[in-house]
């Protein structure tokens, strides 16, 4: 595999660049007029993520279009849940919905967690025509959902801003708790393997609801989960990133993989200190990308002189916000490339 432009592996390997890549968490999506005609022709969310054709024209988009060092497959961390045999449907402006949740131990024992590559056969397949369409000019990002953020959609049943349901469970039935990471973790270690032989090139997990958990808690019932999954990727750099986790940094910087991904609430210098050893990703806070062009360019510089060059990858925080304007997407993107 020769790469044209292999910036974000090398980077997120320790090995020394030109200059820094950069790419952005929700590049692939509604900031795109290009997208929403696609997701048009779609009819739904889903059913776009279900068609590997789509899946993979909206992954190519934003290389084509935002000049990004890195595509990240078109797909939804739900996904997993539903191959596990817990379908959700996605309600416009509310978020998923899980008809059925997960309340007892024979719910967890029901859970499928065999053939699971059968089962996301169609990001697999986007996987592969990503690759083709890519033509290596650029690394493709696969990805999954952290056990325990996984965990929260399957007993919470929709998005919420305290999880209480879930959380409920770790403190009332922890046994129940671990019993339904291990299956999530079994069968998101299968799902990123599958993604890996097909071609993605780095993994990022994404624990979307870390900051909810008390830092004991995170220790308890997150992190050995997330290790699990970084000692089984070892074929391509893992990239861990855990919305909200500050508590959290030294002890992610300790796990088995390349890259730690920190939000804009994570102060670039003590997180240096505080993983020594890593590549770092992040961490511009989104919503100066509604600012002008000029304080774009002066955030995005003051960024890139915390970080450094070496061992660092140019992202938002979090995902890019879909009322954003491409054009001050692009801005961003043009200022870490031209920097």
């Known amino acids: 595999m020769n790469l044209k432009n ?16 950069v790419w952005t968490m929700r590049q692939a999506g509604r900031i795109l007029k290009e997208y929403r005609e696609v997701r048009e022709k779609a009819g739904s969310f889903i059913n776009l993520a279900k068609s590997p054709e789509m899946a993979a024209e909206v992954t190519i988009q934003p290389v084509d279009i935002l000049g990004v060092d890195a595509a990240i497959i078109f797909s939804d961390i739900l996904v997993v849940p539903e191959a596990m045999g817990l379908p959700y449907e996605m309600i416009e402006k509310k978020g998923p919905l899980f008809p059925k949740t997960v309340k007892s131990a024979k719910d967890v024992e029901d859970l499928n967690t065999a053939h699971i590559e059968e089962h996301l056969s169609y990001v697999i397949d986007a996987i592969r025509l990503t ?47 671990h019993a339904l990471l291990q ?13 890996v032989r097909a071609g993605a090139n780095l993994i990022q997990v994404f624990d979307s609801w870390a900051g909810i958990l008390s830092p004991a808690q995170y220790s308890a019932f997150a992190v050995p989960y997330i290790q699990q999954i970084c000692e089984a990727i070892d074929e391509v750099p893992v990239t861990v990133f855990a919305k909200g986790a500050f508590f959290a940094r030294k002890e992610i910087g300790q796990l088995a993989c390349e890259v730690v991904g920190l939000d804009w609430n994570m102060d670039i210098q003590e997180s240096r200190a505080l993983i020594p050893t890593k590549t770092l990703q992040g961490n511009l806070d989104p919503c100066v990308l509604y600012g002008t062009f000029s304080q774009i360019e002066k955030e995005t510089k003051a960024m890139l002189k915390a970080f450094g060059k070496q061992r660092y990858i140019a992202n938002l925080g979090h995902g890019v916000y879909p009322d954003t304007d491409p054009e001050k997407v692009k801005c961003f993107i043009e200022t870490v490339q031209s920097f």
């Not at 299956?183 to 993604?195: E, F, M, R, S």
């Open 6 to 21: 292999d910036l974000l592996l090398r980077a997120a390997r320790g090995e020394q660049v030109e200059r820094v890549p």
């Open 131 to 177: 690759k083709k369409g890519l033509e290596d000019r650029v690394p493709l990002i696969g990805f999954a959902g952290a056990p325990f953020t996984i965990l929260c959609y399957m007993v919470e049943g929709h998005g919420s801003k305290t999880f209480s349901e879930a959380k409920k469970m770790l403190y009332t039935e922890p046994e129940l708790a």
């Open 183 to 195: 299956k999530i973790t079994d069968v998101t270690i299968a799902y990123l393997k599958a993604q």
